[in-house]
């Protein structure tokens, strides 16, 4: 990936923005009634804070609307719990269902998922792009050619570069010695950072605000150029007049048990409204706006992820570093699967720690030897998002049998993998295997582990499709030029326009997909193809 560090835009940080720019619900007095809006977006994670910003850059009045909280930078701590509280949709519960619960972990909060994520900058891989022309009638629309200044801009403005030397921790370094032991081509990760001091606290949210997360970024470049956002609002409906969107219907939200009831945010748009509220909120919320498409909620894919430790004689410390570091994309196409590191919290890590009582209690004595490699899964499997009768949204999705074979082959690999780089005692998390195996003989037990979901500890955060993009109203949502078939300025710029999942994290992807609607929306490109 070319690096581009040159004119970024001003930094601003989330203690300093402009007066008046701020309507917080969980404060604010009384209903909000405001049509001074060219714009309403939906959402403020990686596609809502970008096309916020693209579109208040050309000159367009903004509104950005989160159903979260703002927490800045220096509220950030090292409680995982008070991380899952106030910044986690539903305090990190949400699940998937199927064949097994999966955990469906999302940001909640300004900046969305890049708030805790490990701001890993992967272009488009362009055999998915290919696909995407091929399978799904994209024609011209969405290429490498057209994504490229894109991906230029945002590497320039938020400083993707590769892991330096004085960040990467032992972890990563461990694993990349590894790999190319083994003959698998691996590398550092790309991640839009400034100024990393390898504190292994992304999860928590950056202390040094060096993470570029939409919080410290975009969401602030937009409010510096007259966009005003309304955090703590949750955002009902979609107002459609004679087939056009004009406008939101929102609540105020709070994550306090006593908090006052909700009062009613409407605000006005005079050209359009980005949903940017994520492949699992924006197919409901299109739904609760009277959006009845066959596709509406269907097609929903994910990257299905397995972590497993491994306990070395030397020192590890994942609590120095690079949250994930370092990554191998040798076996994307052939096997669909990506082997990268994570270094978890001693609170998370806890959870894979086999053993009880004294066992338990020696073994995380050792926590600081304590090494965590993961393999994702570019599944094949689709699922569905509905609203429940909660309120919340439902999720439904099981992996092909396909997958479950790749998922167990990938698992393997790493067992292999950590023994060979020294490991005494791997961990793996299956149901069925020894909770520690201690030899690389005994990793042939993972390979005859019963390929059944309920076996494995997946979790999901790389999620797509539900809104899909194509020409055909009736096999999609929205068109390659993003805007829903059935509404005319009702566009949707996240990954849930995604044909299909890419393999790779997908935040770059979602930011630059983003860019590119807006510009073309702001330049006029986008025809309305419904009648006003």
């Given at each position: 990936?070319?690096?581009?560090?040159?004119?970024?835009?001003?930094?601003?940080?989330?203690?300093?923005?402009?007066?008046?720019?701020?309507?917080?619900?969980?404060?604010?007095?009384?209903?909000?009634?405001?049509?001074?809006?060219?714009?309403?977006?939906?959402?403020?994670?990686?596609?809502?804070?970008?096309?916020?910003?693209?579109?208040?850059?050309?000159?367009?009045?903004?509104?950005?609307?989160?159903?979260?909280?703002?927490?800045?930078?220096?509220?950030?701590?090292?409680?995982?719990?008070?991380?899952?509280?106030?910044?986690?949709?539903?305090?990190?519960?949400?699940?998937?269902?199927?064949?097994?619960?999966?955990?469906?972990?999302?940001?909640?909060?300004?900046?969305?998922?890049t708030v805790m994520n490990s701001a890993i900058a992967h272009r488009t891989p362009e055999d998915v792009l290919d696909d995407?022309?091929?399978?799904?009638?994209?024609?011209?629309?969405?290429?490498?050619?057209?994504?490229?200044?894109?991906?230029?801009?945002?590497?320039?403005?938020?400083?993707?570069?590769?892991?330096?030397?004085?960040?990467?921790?032992?972890?990563?370094?461990?694993?990349?010695?590894e790999a190319r032991a083994h003959g698998l081509p691996a590398e550092r990760m790309h991640r839009y950072e400034e100024g990393?001091?390898?504190?292994?606290?992304?999860?928590?949210?950056?202390?040094?605000?060096?993470?570029?997360?939409?919080?410290?970024?975009?969401?602030?470049?937009?409010?510096?150029?007259?966009?005003?956002?309304?955090?703590?609002?949750?955002?009902?409906?979609?107002?459609?007049?004679?087939?056009?969107?004009?406008?939101?219907?929102?609540?105020?939200?709070?994550?306090?048990?006593?908090?006052?009831?909700?009062?009613?945010?409407?605000?006005?748009?005079?050209?359009?409204?980005?949903?940017?509220?994520?492949?699992?909120?924006?197919?409901?919320?299109?739904?609760?706006?009277?959006?009845?498409?066959?596709?509406?909620?269907?097609?929903?894919?994910?990257?299905?992820?397995?972590?497993?430790?491994?306990?070395?004689?030397?020192?590890?410390?994942?609590?120095?570093?690079?949250?994930?570091?370092?990554?191998?994309?040798?076996?994307?196409?052939?096997?669909?699967?990506?082997?990268?590191?994570?270094?978890?919290?001693?609170?998370?890590?806890?959870?894979?720690?086999?053993?009880v009582g004294r066992e338990l209690m020696q073994r995380f004595g050792l926590f600081p030897r304590l090494g965590v490699w993961?393999?994702?899964?570019?599944?094949?499997?689709?699922?569905?998002?509905?609203?429940?009768?909660?309120?919340?949204?439902?999720?439904?999705?099981?992996?092909?049998?396909?997958?479950?074979?790749?998922?167990?082959?990938?698992?393997?690999?790493?067992?292999?993998?950590?023994?060979?780089?020294?490991?005494?005692?791997?961990?793996?998390?299956?149901?069925?295997?020894?909770?520690?195996?201690?030899?690389?003989?005994?990793?042939?037990?993972?390979?005859?582990?019963?390929?059944?979901?309920?076996?494995?500890?997946?979790?999901?955060?790389?999620?797509?499709?539900?809104?899909?993009?194509?020409?055909?109203?009736?096999?999609?949502?929205?068109?390659?030029?993003?805007?829903?078939?059935?509404?005319?300025?009702?566009?949707?710029?996240?990954?849930?326009?995604?044909?299909?999942?890419?393999?790779?994290?997908?935040?770059?992807?979602?930011?630059?997909?983003?860019?590119?609607?807006?510009?073309?929306?702001?330049?006029?490109?986008?025809?309305?193809?419904?009648?006003?």
């Open positions: 990936m070319a690096r581009h560090l040159d004119n970024p835009p001003p930094r601003f940080t989330d203690d300093v923005v402009p007066e008046g720019a701020v309507v917080d619900g969980e404060t604010h007095e009384g209903e909000v009634e405001d049509g001074s809006f060219d714009y309403v977006v939906v959402g403020s994670g990686a596609a809502g804070a970008v096309a916020a910003h693209a579109l208040a850059e050309s000159g367009a009045s903004v509104a950005i609307v989160e159903e979260g909280p703002w927490v800045k930078t220096r509220e950030f701590g090292e409680s995982v719990y008070g991380a899952f509280k106030r910044m986690f949709r539903d305090a990190g519960t949400q699940v998937i269902e199927g064949r097994s619960f999966v955990p469906l972990i999302q940001g909640r909060c300004v900046g969305g998922s995407w022309t091929a399978r799904f009638g994209l024609g011209g629309a969405i290429t490498a050619k057209a994504l490229e200044p894109h991906f230029d801009a945002l590497e320039r403005q938020l400083h993707a570069h590769a892991v330096f030397d004085d960040a990467l921790g032992q972890n990563s370094r461990m694993f990349l010695d990393c001091r390898g504190s292994a606290r992304c999860f928590t949210g950056c202390p040094n605000g060096a993470k570029q997360g939409m919080n410290v970024a975009h969401v602030p470049w937009a409010l510096a150029l007259g966009a005003r956002l309304y955090c703590s609002c949750k955002v009902e409906r979609v107002v459609v007049e004679r087939g056009r969107a004009v406008g939101v219907v929102a609540w105020t939200t709070s994550t306090e048990p006593d908090a006052r009831r909700p009062r009613r945010v409407r605000l006005h748009a005079r050209r359009g409204v980005i949903v940017a509220a994520s492949t699992i909120q924006s197919p409901n919320l299109l739904r609760r706006s009277g959006l009845r498409a066959r596709s509406l909620g269907e097609h929903f894919q994910c990257h299905p992820g397995v972590g497993l430790a491994g306990m070395f004689d030397r020192p590890v410390d994942m609590g120095f570093g690079a949250t994930q570091g370092a990554e191998s994309l040798a076996l994307r196409r052939s096997d669909k699967i990506k082997l990268e590191t994570l270094a978890m919290p001693p609170e998370l890590a806890a959870v894979r720690i086999p053993g993961v393999m994702t899964v570019r599944a094949e499997a689709e699922g569905t998002v509905r609203p429940a009768w909660s309120g919340r949204d439902k999720v439904r999705w099981t992996p092909a049998p396909i997958d479950m074979d790749r998922a167990r082959r990938g698992m393997a690999l790493l067992a292999r993998m950590m023994f060979e780089a020294g490991a005494r005692e791997v961990w793996p998390g299956l149901h069925g295997v020894p909770t520690a195996i201690h030899s690389i003989d005994q990793v042939r037990l993972i390979d005859e582990v019963a390929p059944d979901p309920r076996a494995f500890g997946f979790i999901a955060t790389h999620l797509f499709g539900a809104c899909r993009m194509g020409p055909d109203p009736r096999a999609s949502v929205v068109g390659p030029d993003f805007q829903a078939h059935e509404v005319a300025g009702l566009y949707v710029v996240d990954s849930s326009v995604f044909p299909t999942n890419l393999g790779v994290n997908p935040q770059h992807s979602i930011m630059a997909m983003s860019r590119l609607a807006a510009t073309r929306i702001a330049a006029g490109e986008v025809r309305s193809r419904v009648a006003a």
